[in-house]
């Protein structure tokens, strides 16, 4: 991304014998359970094992798929959504926290290979939830949690999933997502935290004659009365804040393709304003055949969709569905002057690199956001300088290390890899001056202290040695030291810690 008590006498014996007398609800892959009266709730008590978390999920459950089914109407407020939660343990539990914003969950339904058996809600201070489980979920019996919920649909903010008007029509309201940092929550009851990086396969049910857009290729699209559903392919692994969607009336502008393998790459707008997308679809193949070039692989997602947002905000990295502001992706005919064309190409070199730093190998916790955010901020630049040499666009190094010197002469100066201890400390951790312009710089410093040809190959072995997976300062650091040698790796780690 681009910066610009309660208690109630129950104990957990009691919850599980009353789970444990409840009859058998159906498979959670089949159509989901009816229900008859709202879910029980349990109130949290001072038993351990019912008590929420404070900041990160405890470390024993894990996802390791998701199926979400979501029902999106932009002309509605609010939501619907049926999650199943393929569930892991690294030790025996019979409850499983997560996280949920703003969600009103109906029901739950746990399985292990046969009859799915309702699962009981425990009542939490958002943004947690947690589900006592029917029965033991450990390393040898994994399982299927199924969640079926509502959820709303924001109007002001780019959170969560937020809807937009267009035009003054009722059919030219539009729905999107964002999620980074902490508003996949607001769409799913989920492990909202970057470490969990998984696979997602999603279905989104819109209204007749709107379209639906994900991550990953659609593969079927089935009229259902007034709503047609779209279902999308299985995605790579991602952590939740890169899921992401679209929803509503949309125009699409084919543009190609991108990268070695030909991959397809599209501009999706609002209706009737495809032709402000020239100049985009004109330079977006330059720019991922510039990052294919210095990472030495090809692009890693098996599409290219530029989806056009309202708000500068909701620019984001997502693989496959890049987000990239209006403001910055529709130029109308005639309005392409340079300070147009160096924004675009700029801000989607960033985004675009985060395909490598984020998304093809994505920090483990927010604490290194420089590792996302430093290596787009220093590759936006030296990607927009090969796209158009004519720009001078390295140059603004310089601006942006006058910018990381002023913010570091403060008192207040952080360093570029700060502790995570509250929600607040996440969204701190998105500082222009110090994550973005002081990590870029010194990225830039170091690299050309080892010379730039001992970096690239830094960079390409720490991602090969990554792939699709996450890691940490300590994981790129071994990296420098592998190539570059242990005293440029001490060097670097000083700028960090």
Known sequence: MKTTSLSLSFSLACVALSV???????????????????????????????DPPELRLPDVAFPTRYEAELTLDPAKDSFGGVLSIHLGARRATRIVWLHAEDLTIKGATFSQGGAALPATVVASAAPF???????ELSPDSPGVLRIDYEGKIDGERSQGIYGVSEGKG???????????????RRAFPCFDEPGYKVPW???????????????????????????????FAETPPLPSYLVAFMAGPFDTVDAGTVGQEKRRLRFIVPRGRGAETRYAAQVTPAIVARLEAYFGMPYPYSKLDVAVVPHDDGTMEHPGIVAMAQELTLIAPGEEGLSRRRAYTDIAAHELAHYWFGDYVTM??????????????????????AVEPSWKFG???LDRAASAMQADSLASAKRMRQPVQSPADILDAFDGALTYDKGASVITMIEHAVTPAVWQKTVRGYLHEHAWKTAASDDFTSAVAAVAGADAAAAFSSFLD
Request: hydrophobic content about 45%.
């Open 201 to 231: 396969k999603l279905a989104i049910r819109v209204r007749k004659g709107h379209k639906a857009f994900s991550n990953a290729e659609v593969v079927s699209e089935v009229d259902e009365g007034a709503m047609t559903k779209f279902s």
């Open 395 to 397: 140059r603004v190094g």
């Open 170 to 184: 009722a059919d030219d309201r539009y729905v999107y997502s964002m999620f980074e940092p902490l508003d996949a």
């Open 20 to 50: 444990s007398c409840a009859g058998a609800a159906s498979d959670p892959a089949g159509p989901a359970p009816a229900l008859t009266a709202a879910p029980p709730v349990v109130a949290a008590t001072t038993s351990p094992s019912l």
């Open 364 to 385: 483990k916790w927010w604490d290194d956001t420089w590792l996302n955010e430093s290596f787009a901020q220093w590759m936006d630049a030296k990607i927009t300088d």
């Open 129 to 135: 939830v947690g589900i006592v489980l029917p029965a």
